[in-house]
């Protein structure tokens, strides 16, 4: 069985501070995991990707994320934020064929000026 | 060009009716999914057909029928709505790589109100 848990419901930093969204995975097999963010009433965006090729992760608009198998982890970050990086944040295991998404309860990002 | 499109994007209608959401994805995938999005934005998988052929079935009540006329398109069908299916609906695809897990493209999400 496959589960995720994203430790923090909601997030805020200021603009230009560092993002870290934290995120924890349960995988019976070597998990892929991802990151989509999904901003007011729109669809999923993909961020970025884990699949058992680099540890360090990069993704689109600055984000990136380190898988840590030793902790389970996959958190977000991104150096300096952007007004524009305000939206909700799900972080995703997958079964090996990827056809399985188990999704976290989501993360809202809120980026103050 | 759209990757993933669902139609209608919303949809109210009244309880112990039927409706149907359609979704065409043309990237040329194998693999399209449908999601539920709750009203606490928890999302969860209902169905995966892989070629026309259904693959996942999440125990989803029968009132929900998808239906893929081709593997371009994956219809779902809701008979006899209840006010617990209120709810946004997202289409995904994917292809069948075969290499282990292969990006889930999603479509912009239907939101269902039933009163």
């Known amino acids: 069985a496959q589960s995720v848990t994203q430790l923090d419901s909601h997030v805020s930093v200021s603009e230009g501070t560092p993002v870290l969204l934290r995120c924890n995975y349960s995988?019976?097999?070597?998990?892929?995991l991802f990151w989509y963010v999904q901003h007011p009433n729109k669809g999923l965006q993909l961020l970025l990707k884990?699949?058992?090729?680099?540890?360090l992760v990069k993704g689109i608009n600055g984000f990136e994320a380190e898988f840590k198998k030793s902790e389970t982890s996959f958190h977000l970050t991104k150096p300096s934020a952007h007004m524009s990086d305000a939206a909700e944040y799900f972080c995703?295991?997958?079964?090996?064929?990827?056809?399985?998404?188990?999704f976290g309860a989501g993360t809202i990002l809120r980026v103050k000026s | 060009d759209t990757a993933v499109s669902q139609t209608p994007k919303y949809l109210v209608t009244q309880m112990g009716n039927d409706k149907s959401i359609k979704c065409e994805q043309n990237?040329?995938?194998?693999?399209m999914y449908w999601y539920k999005q709750d009203s606490k934005k928890f999302l969860k998988i209902m169905f995966s057909?892989?070629?026309?052929?259904?693959?996942i079935n999440e125990t989803v009540p029968n009132r929900f029928s998808p239906k893929s006329p081709d593997k371009a398109h994956l219809n779902l069908h809701i008979n006899s709505l209840e006010l617990g299916d209120s709810a946004v609906y997202f289409c995904?695809?994917?292809?069948?790589?075969?290499?282990?897990?292969?990006?889930?493209?999603f479509g912009p999400g239907t939101r269902l109100t039933v009163l």
């Open positions: 995904a695809s994917s292809r069948d790589s075969g290499q282990g897990a292969d990006t889930q493209y």
């Open positions: 995988s019976s097999y070597s998990p892929s």
């Open positions: 884990y699949t058992s090729a680099a540890t």
């Open positions: 995703v295991v997958s079964d090996p064929h990827g056809n399985k998404l188990v």
């Open positions: 990237l040329g995938h194998d693999t």
């Open positions: 057909y892989n070629n026309k052929e259904l693959i």
